[in-house]
């Protein structure tokens, strides 16, 4: 190793850890502060260690609400990721395996779709026609909406490096155009399934506004809106509210770590062919 190579990875480290791993050692650290202590936003350690009782009272806070959000976006989260894999797969395939004019339109909506920004009022006018406003289900169709264009790119690259040889050779064997993609095709999507399932899920659950234009109600609170509960107009309880953030942020970090590498495969295998 070069002594350049030996210094840009030493700078590279040197950038990860002040945008990340400080961030979140500030956070950890105020969360472990009393009210006075935290209250000066200041990088220092704490004069009394109450990383427990803050965990505590963040956890009884408003008889169990954290819990009670844990589970909407946890139910959200595997809904919506479910129908994202199962509908981008199948759309991805059509779109890369079936040349017509309409799937020509189709490409056009999904690109469309990922370039548009959405109307809120409209999206709340049509969930009410279809009594889906303020549900659970209504929160996983708009999910769903907004992630499918990415899923379907991410599919239809990945499915472009497949060769036609294995569905035409199940077709011979008698096999129909659904018995092809379950049996043949999606057993072979498994990288860019599990990139799209990360992405999508750590998305999802961390996603603050969507919840909070669509899903309004104490009965269905999702995580990031909890942060409410120690912020307000006229005082904010830090040591509190950076706790609450502790524990939203800690289930995606370590998903993040243990899945980063296929995160990179299945958004890279998809770049040489398609």
Same mark, same amino acid.
């Given at each position: 190793?070069? !002594?350049?190579?030996? *210094? ?32 000066? /936003? ?8 109450? /990383? ?11 008889? *169990? ?29 059509? /779109? ?17 779709? /990922? ?48 060769? !036609? ?47 909070? *234009? ?61």
């Amino acid at each position: 190793m070069s !002594r350049r190579q030996l *210094y840009t990875g030493i700078a590279a480290l040197a950038a990860c850890g002040v945008s990340f791993v400080l961030p979140f050692l500030f956070i950890f650290i105020t969360a472990a502060k009393t009210k006075q202590d935290a209250a000066a /936003l200041k990088f220092s350690w704490p004069v009394e260690w109450q /990383l427990w009782q803050n965990f505590m009272e963040v956890l009884q806070t408003r008889n *169990y609400m954290l819990l009670l959000a844990y589970f909407n976006s946890t139910v959200i989260t595997v809904a919506a990721v479910t129908l994202l894999v199962l509908f981008g797969a199948m759309v991805g395939y059509v /779109l890369q395996r079936r040349h017509s004019r309409w799937n020509t339109v189709i490409y056009g909506c999904v690109l469309a779709g /990922l370039m548009i920004p959405p109307a809120i009022v409209p999206t709340i006018w049509v969930l009410q026609l279809l009594g889906l406003f303020k549900t659970l289900s209504g929160m996983v169709l708009i999910q769903v909406a907004y992630g499918l264009g990415f899923t379907v790119l991410l599919f239809r690259s990945f499915i472009a490096t497949i060769p !036609r040889d294995l569905d035409e050779a199940a077709i011979i064997d008698g096999a129909r155009p659904f018995q092809i993609f379950f049996r043949v095709i999606l057993p072979l999507l498994k990288p860019v399934t599990v990139t799209v399932i990360v992405v999508q899920s750590i998305a999802i659950f961390n996603d603050f506004t969507n919840p909070l *234009y669509y899903l309004p109600g104490r009965e269905n609170v999702t995580v990031q809106l909890t942060l409410y509960n120690f912020q307000g107009q006229f005082q904010t309880q830090f040591n509190l509210l950076f706790m609450n953030i502790l524990l939203v942020t800690i289930p995606p970090l370590i998903v993040f770590i243990f899945f980063n590498r296929q995160i990179v495969a299945g958004m890279t295998a998809g770049a040489v062919k398609g």
